[in-house]
């Protein structure tokens, strides 16, 4: 259900010195680069809990000095997986949930905005859009989309479970979104995600994503297109999964997508740096692309 009507929707009043009886739940495996970005940001939050997968650098030292919780998470392969682990088995002490990632960042705008956001007594769960930092430039047109459930009450969410398991080694979720049953609505103030990992890192990190994708991709083949009436749905996800979908099924996905971003949703303002992310974003896509076919090779090998 969506709340058009909140009447603290777009008020935002400055926050006071006290702690927020929020919890934020924070996903980590070697996160030592990001992770006091990330901590300092959230000094107001009454509670923070650190789900980790046997980090071996500094990361549980720098969590438990900021008077973090650490617990850790041992993926045996199957369901629920780490933030969904912690939010049924961590004893989350406050009435609001923030889920965030160790290079992501809340703003003192945003803070505000979460501080006036928990105090409604009809919002269940809110959506909230990235401001994605690529080189040190915010992405403002090629990567403005996104809303994302992360705010919520405790019992009202929790993530869906797309039957993805050990594909690409990931022990968190990587592209399952956050369901709620409940009134939703939409904060005004941007995340920001910044990470200080260099850009090989990243490109890297999205290798392995693809190959996330790619098994992702395979089963979405293989299901049918939501009904038409999901693109008209005021559930976020819904909405995303149709087009998705779609997309998935389009010819030239890797020149749709830079054309998409860097044309239609104007990188081009996105200076140097934003060409570059296009370009990044289109070979994301082809890699996926070229995965899915070797998939494809080596299911028909096994059958002849």
């Not at 926050?15 to 996903?27: D, E, G, Q, R, Y």
């Not at 592209?175 to 941007?190: A, D």
């Amino acid at each position: 259900m969506w709340d058009q009507g909140d009447p603290n929707r777009f008020r935002v009043k400055p926050i006071n010195n006290h702690k927020l009886a929020i919890t934020v739940v924070i996903a980590t495996k070697n996160e030592e680069i990001n992770l006091p970005d990330c901590l300092e940001s959230i000094k107001f939050a009454d509670q923070v809990v650190i789900v980790d997968s046997q980090s071996t650098d500094k990361t549980i030292e720098l969590a438990t000095k900021q008077g973090a919780e650490v617990h850790q998470f041992f993926y045996d392969g199957g369901w629920p997986k780490k933030r969904n682990w912690a939010l049924h088995e961590v004893d989350i002490r406050n009435d609001w949930i923030l889920i965030l990632d160790a290079d992501e960042r809340v703003s003192p705008d945003l803070r505000n905005e979460i501080q006036i956001a928990i105090q409604s007594q009809i919002t269940d769960a809110y959506y909230i859009r990235w401001k994605f930092l690529f080189l040190g430039r915010w992405m403002k047109h090629s990567w403005s989309h996104g809303w994302m459930l992360r705010l919520f009450r405790k019992g009202k969410a929790q993530y869906e479970d797309l039957g993805m398991r050990s594909e690409g080694g990931w022990d968190a979720e990587v592209h399952e979104n956050i369901v709620s049953s409940g009134v939703t609505n939409r904060l005004s103030n941007p995340l920001d995600h910044d990470s200080n990992q260099d850009l090989s890192f990243w490109i890297r990190k999205q290798n392995e994503f693809s190959d996330w994708n790619a098994a992702r991709r395979l089963h979405q083949l293989n299901q049918g297109v939501p009904p038409l009436k999901t693109l008209f749905s005021k559930d976020l996800v819904k909405r995303r999964k149709f087009l998705k979908s779609l997309f998935i099924r389009l010819p030239a996905k890797p020149l749709f997508m830079f054309g998409f971003l860097y044309i239609f949703k104007r990188g081009f303002l996105d200076g140097r740096e934003g060409l570059y992310f296009c370009w990044l974003r289109a070979i994301h896509e082809f890699n996926i692309g070229a995965k899915v076919f070797e998939a494809k090779i080596k299911t028909s090998l096994k059958h002849r």
